[in-house]
Structure formats: C-alpha cells, structure tokens
C-alpha cells in the first residue's frame, strides 16, 4: 500500500486527504476529534478542498471518508449556520437560508464524486453527519457507532437532502419514526433496517473499509462510474434540500429552535412550546 497526505494550508489541516494504493483509493479524514468533528468553517473548507481534488483526479477509483477520534461526525456547529446567514448580504429568513444552502452545498458537494464514495462510520453520526454519510454511496459503520437524526430534538427542521435519502434507505415508516423521535440507532440496529451495509468490530472497520475499496477498484472504473449515475440520480435529493432550506429557515426563526439549541449546549431536556 502507498499512501500519500496533502496538505493545502494549515485550516486544511482540519481534514486530511490521502491516496492510497497508488492514487486508486482516496481518503478523507475530518480531523478535529476534540469536537467531534463538528462541520464548523475549518472542516468545511477542509472539505470542499479534499473533494475538490478527488473530483480533479483522474485516477481515483474509490473514495472513503471517515473521523478520527470517536466521531464519524456529530452534524452542524450552529455558529457555522449564523456565520454564513450573516455573510450572505441579506437580512431576516432570506439570510438563514442563503447561510443554510451555503453549508448544505459544501458538503452535497461529494455528490459531484464520480467513483463510489464509502463513509467509514467510526462513532457518532448526528444530524448534518448522518445526512452527509447517506450521501455516500456504501456505509460500513464500527460496532460502538451510533446514529441519529437529531433535528426535532433541537427543534431545527432535516437538512441536506435527508427526507429524501433516509425514506429511500429504511423506508417511509421506519424514517418518519427516526424523524420523528431523533433517537440513537445502534451499528447493529442500523444494519439490520438497512440503514448502513454492514456492522463491523472496531478494530477492523479501517481494514473491511479499504478491502471493499478495494475490490470496488479493480474493477473496471468507467462502468462503476456510470452505474452509480444511473442508480443515484442525485438530482432528487437536491432538490429536496432546496425544499428543507426553505423549511430550516423558518423553524429558525421560532422560540422552539432558540430553546432546542440552548438545552442541547446545556445537556438537557427542552421545553418546546409550539411557537
């Protein structure tokens, strides 16, 4: 195996991206495991960037992205969302969703990946993490991982093309109920509703990771690319993120959204009142 780590500048530094196996197989790494790996403006630059030369290359067959720490990645840093909505030019639900859709398309952006994409589910995927990993085209997930669509506990409405992705994984019912309730699944759990491919030990979800990286790579590149095309019609999901931008923003601006996030900071229960 040849492994070979770019950095492009020190806020970078907060993904790292790697090739392997002679530029075949390249991997993605948010790297802030203090936060774990939090999608603040570091990590979405560190992003945009690594995918960036994923899309560039032309010799890239298969790409894994994962977290370090016990994080796969624990969803959205909210001062992200108000940093963007305050950069944006605009003031009110207009400036929310412009500051939404600047975030969403950051990390949608692995849609643009030709070659399969595999989301190596190291420990805690929650809210915009969980989205982010079902737009990758496989999930292997380590035994300890453990998932969440968490929106309606912080009282923020489901992003980045998630009513449309999770339904289509586990179904209308078993995603409404995920919706709905924001409970943690379990690896196990999440195997058997079809949630991810395959629950592994946690000492080896790197090596099951890259073996069907590889096997995936051997193959003849140009017709996986085509077949994960036809099968992913990303255009969908898209336009479903359009849709919950607009429904983010005003959930946003209620009473509801200001108590879900101060008690998520406050490790409590919320008092939501509808308003």
Request: aromatic share 8%; with cysteine.
């Amino acid at each position: 195996m040849v492994g070979r780590r770019f950095y492009r500048s020190a806020m970078a530094e907060a993904v790292i991206y790697e090739e392997l196996d002679d530029g075949r197989i390249a991997k993605i790494t948010f790297n802030k495991a203090d936060r774990r790996n939090l999608m603040d403006p570091e990590i979405v630059e560190g992003f945009v960037s690594a995918v960036d030369r994923v899309i560039a290359s032309k010799t890239l067959r298969c790409v894994i992205i994962t977290g370090s720490g016990n994080s796969f990645c624990a969803g959205a840093d909210f001062s992200t969302l108000q940093k963007f909505a305050a950069e944006s030019g605009y003031t009110g639900p207009a400036a929310i969703r412009e500051g939404i859709m600047r975030f969403y398309n950051s990390f949608m952006k692995v849609l643009e990946i030709e070659p399969p994409v595999i989301a190596s589910i190291n420990g805690y995927a929650i809210g915009g993490g969980l989205a982010l990993a079902l737009l990758c085209d496989i999930r292997i997930a380590s035994q300890s991982a453990k998932l969440s669509a968490n929106f309606a506990k912080v009282g923020i409405h489901p992003g980045m093309g998630i009513t449309y992705s999770l339904p289509r994984l586990v179904g209308l019912e078993r995603a409404m109920e995920l919706l709905f309730t924001g409970r943690f699944v379990s690896a196990e759990e999440a195997e058997k509703i079809g949630l991810i491919l395959k629950c592994v030990p946690d000492e080896k979800l790197g090596e099951e990771t890259l073996n069907l990286a590889r096997a995936i790579s051997d193959n003849a590149p140009y017709v996986v690319k085509l077949s994960k095309k036809l099968i992913k019609r990303e255009f969908y999901v898209k336009a479903h993120s359009e849709v919950e931008s607009f429904a983010q923003a005003i959930c946003g601006q209620m009473e509801d959204a200001v108590e879900g996030i101060k008690a998520f900071f406050e490790k409590r229960k919320p008092n939501f009142k509808g308003r």
